[in-house]
């Protein structure tokens, strides 16, 4: 059974704003909450691998993992997917960052299954992202908003 999760925001700012503070992952952990470093282990191009490493998690786990995203400015998209799997049998996203009127619209798409040894289902694993992109998103949206105003 495969995961699909599709979360969007709108963000009051310009595009050039959002799209470089939302695709410089050596600042995610000040735009995510739940990251507690990323370390980027390698640039070719538009093509950036680096590793998330996670807050600890209520048991005192810390989960970590590498994966490789590909940024397309033209498109207005980016296309990731863990290297370092993890818990998942594959885990791909997709970003899409569409500039309207009042804003830019970022859009969150995952795509994934959670291996039969997971430590939660594939089902649980849809609810639990839904939820943390919504924390996740609104706080992007304050943190880009904020900088925009300047």
Do not use: C
């Amino acid at each position: 059974m495969s995961g699909h999760t599709d979360n969007s925001v709108l963000i009051d700012a310009p595009l050039d704003l959002v799209w470089r503070m939302t695709n410089d992952v050596a600042s995610w952990p000040g735009l995510f909450s739940e990251y507690a470093a990323t370390e980027v282990l390698d640039r070719r191009g538009d093509t950036v691998l680096f590793r998330i490493t996670m807050h600890p998690d209520e048991q005192g786990r810390t989960w970590s993992w590498v994966s490789e995203r590909t940024q397309d400015r033209a498109a207005g998209s980016v296309r990731a997917h863990r290297v370092e799997t993890g818990p998942f049998k594959y885990m791909s996203l997709f970003w899409e960052y569409e500039e309207t009127e009042r804003g830019v619209v970022l859009r969150w798409v995952q795509d994934f299954e959670m291996k039969p040894t997971a430590p939660v289902t594939t089902v649980d694993m849809v609810a639990r992202i839904n939820r943390n992109s919504a924390v996740q998103q609104k706080l992007i949206k304050e943190r880009v908003e904020a900088a925009a105003r300047g």
